[in-house]
């Protein structure tokens, strides 16, 4: 985590507009094909990006998009930033319940639950 941007205070209350998504890039031919759209090069194990709803670059960054100073030039700029972008996407009710994450395997699932520091349940 990019401490000099995504843990101050200004970011953490604009993100709090955003869904934030993990995809899991190295595992899924899927995931990494969407990953190269958003990304500049070779989709790697960090990727920050600014999406529309509908899953496009909301935002043309400086750098290939590894991290917040490809799109911001401080945290302050970035927390400024999101809160223009929400405005141009007002919140939409959520219907139903959203779905537990899936993921493709269980090895890939213990991988994602360890570095997110979320519970696993594996089903058979």
């Known amino acids: 985590m990019d401490r000099s941007f995504l843990s101050q205070p200004e970011v953490i209350a604009a993100a709090k507009k955003f869904v934030g998504i ?26 920050v990006a600014m999406l529309t709803p509908e899953g496009e670059r909301a935002l043309r960054g400086r750098g290939p998009g590894r991290g917040p100073r490809d799109l911001y030039k401080d945290a302050a700029e970035m927390a400024k930033g999101m809160d223009e972008l929400a405005r141009k996407y ?35």
């Open 22 to 47: 993990r995809l899991t890039s190295y595992e899924d031919e899927t995931e990494k094909k969407f990953v190269s759209k958003i990304v500049i090069g070779e989709p790697a194990n960090t990727a």
């Open 90 to 124: 007002p919140p939409r009710k959520a219907e139903g319940t959203p779905a537990l994450p899936v993921t493709l395997n269980a090895k890939v699932g213990l991988a994602v639950a360890a570095g997110d520091l979320q519970p696993l349940v594996v089903v058979l």
